[in-house]
């Protein structure tokens, strides 16, 4: 499985992005996919996850309210709508698949592969 992320960028806050992970090599709608922030200095850190079909989502205290996971399994992409953005979502995001799990899950190992990231920077 290969994936791409995409749609990081600079934002002030109170702004809205939306990410974008792209997949291919497997049937994109037979796995969980989830999302990941590293901060400067900080471990990488749980943001959302989204079950094979969409039914089930699963998101950190952090961004309850403000970011949506969603797919689209007929495009083989997920994505992350982020809104309020407030400085200390500042990170590099990362989209990872989970090609065993039946719901979705924020235990990093748990994902089998991972894209190279997104830097997304919120200004104050």
């Known amino acids: 499985v290969q994936l791409q992320a995409s749609g990081g960028g600079l934002v002030q806050a109170g702004g809205s992005l939306r990410l974008s992970c792209g997949a291919s090599g497997r049937t994109f709608s037979s796995y969980a996919m989830g999302w990941f922030r590293r901060a400067p200095g900080r471990e990488r850190a749980f943001v959302a996850a989204?079950?094979?079909?969409?039914?089930?989502?699963y998101y950190a205290d952090s961004v309850k309210g403000r970011f949506t996971i969603s797919r689209d399994n007929a495009r083989n992409t997920v994505y992350l709508q982020m809104n309020s953005l407030k400085p200390e979502d500042t990170a590099v995001y990362y989209c990872?698949?989970?090609?065993?799990?039946?719901?979705?899950?924020?235990?990093?190992?748990?994902?089998?592969?991972w894209g190279q990231g997104t830097q997304v920077t919120v200004s104050s």
């Open positions: 989204i079950n094979w079909s969409g039914s089930s989502t």
């Open positions: 990872a698949a989970d090609l065993y799990g039946v719901a979705p899950t924020s235990d990093e190992y748990d994902y089998d592969y």
